[in-house]
Each structure stands twice: as C-alpha cells, then as structure tokens.
C-alpha cells in the first residue's frame, strides 16, 4: 500500500497509517544520493526527506567521490548507467576508501545485472526501477542499521 497522505504534528510526520515517519523504530540517516538525472535525484531526495533523512544530491560518480573526501554518509545510493563513472564503478571506488560504507544501486537493469556472472562489486543491495518509498525503506533498513546512541563518531 502507498502512503498517499502525511500530516504534520508536533514529534514529526504522520503518515495516513498513523505511523510516524520520523518514529524511532526507522531512524534518520545521512544519505548521499547519486544520479546524473536532476529529476530521479530530486523525487528519491523529496521521498527520503519525507522521512526524515538528510539527503546530500551528487549528479556523478566523480562529485559523489569528492563528497565523500569530506562528509561522512549513513548510505550512499547510486543509478547505475551515468556517464563517466558508472554505479557499479563508483561502488568499487566507494568500499576501497571505505569497505563498510553501504551502497544501495538503483537501476532498470536490476534483473540482467543480478544475473550476470559478474557480480556487483561494492554494491550491498539493488533496487529495480520503478521503485515505491517502500522500496527504499526496506533497503535502507537492510543495509545501513541505526548508529548506537551515545557512541562517538558524527559527521
């Protein structure tokens, strides 16, 4: 089912559901979110934003890697076909600077890449396009768990 409607009240957004979107149980997260499309990199930031996150916009593989040198992200979510570096080079580049770092790919090619022999390196969960705010939810879950409360680190 789709969430087709979110009030505002005080502690954050309340989906139609009555859950809150900002609810403990799903929490905030840093998020880098790469696409050469303004449009695609615009509509997954308002969809993650709506949930609270802090969503930083790169339109490629080279500015998602300076972006990187200086911030440190909860996610990183890619396209797959870009110019200049593709999602799965830019993946590659991401964990050897940092193994740990979570890459979450969206793609059209989801199913003839998963079936491939060649395996995505760097790449910890794919999202077929089209994709719903579940979508994202589910792989956000999966891939970047919440940071223990009261432990060092930061932005």
């Known amino acids: 089912m789709q969430e087709k ?4 009240r005080e502690g954050g957004i309340v989906s139609a559901t009555g859950k809150a979107m900002t609810d403990p149980a799903f929490p905030q997260r840093c998020i880098l979110v790469v696409d050469d499309e303004p449009l695609v990199c615009d509509a997954v ?20 890697l300076a972006l990187l040198e200086h911030k440190q992200f909860d996610l990183v979510i890619t396209d797959f076909e870009m110019p200049g570096m593709k ?11 940092a193994p740990a770092q979570p890459v979450v790919m969206i793609t059209a ?3 003839l890449l998963q079936a491939s022999r060649n395996p995505l390196t760097g790449v910890d969960h794919v999202i077929s396009k089209p994709f719903l705010l579940e979508n994202l939810r589910a792989a956000i879950t999966k891939v970047a768990p919440p940071r223990p409360k009261g432990g060092a680190g930061g932005n």
């Open 45 to 64: 930031k308002m969809m993650l934003e709506f949930d609270g996150h802090e969503v930083v916009t790169a339109e490629s593989g080279k500015k998602a």
């Open 5 to 8: 409607l979110a009030i505002l």
């Open 87 to 97: 999602g799965d080079e830019l993946a590659a580049a991401i964990k050897t600077r």
């Open 109 to 111: 090619y989801a199913e």
